[in-house]
């Protein structure tokens, strides 16, 4: 099994930019996607965006032009970088990696509040 450990949640002002963290345990080579979900109050989860081992990455809509993804694969790590902050960005973010073995894991979560 793939163990996660997210960080660099917390509370920020509207406007405000915070970077996700999420490590993943295990071989580089075996680990493929990873992306980032999100679930504010009272909604569904959503997706935020992902990227290929070989850097490719795509985003949400909702996100494009104020989110970045990026990986370090010798890390096994994958970061969400999230600038021009909004109330409507508060959310618990959870990371999401695809291994050849283990299939999908999934990070605990970690909360973003964006307020005044």
């Known amino acids: 099994q793939v163990q996660l450990v997210e960080s660099g949640g917390g509370l920020v002002q509207p406007g405000g930019s915070l970077r996700l963290s999420c490590a993943a345990s295990g071989s580089s080579a075996s680990i493929g996607l990873m992306g980032w979900y999100r679930q504010g109050p009272g909604k569904q989860r959503e997706w935020v965006g992902n990227?290929?081992?070989?850097?490719?990455?795509n985003l949400a809509d909702s996100v494009k032009g104020r989110f970045a993804i990026a990986r370090d694969n010798a890390e096994n790590t994958v970061y969400l970088q999230m600038n021009s902050l909004k109330p409507e960005d508060t959310a618990v973010y959870y990371c999401?990696?695809?291994?050849?073995?283990?299939?999908?894991?999934w990070g605990q979560g970690i909360q973003v509040t964006v307020s005044p």
């Open positions: 990227i290929f081992s070989g850097g490719r990455s």
């Open positions: 999401r990696v695809q291994h050849t073995i283990f299939g999908t894991s």
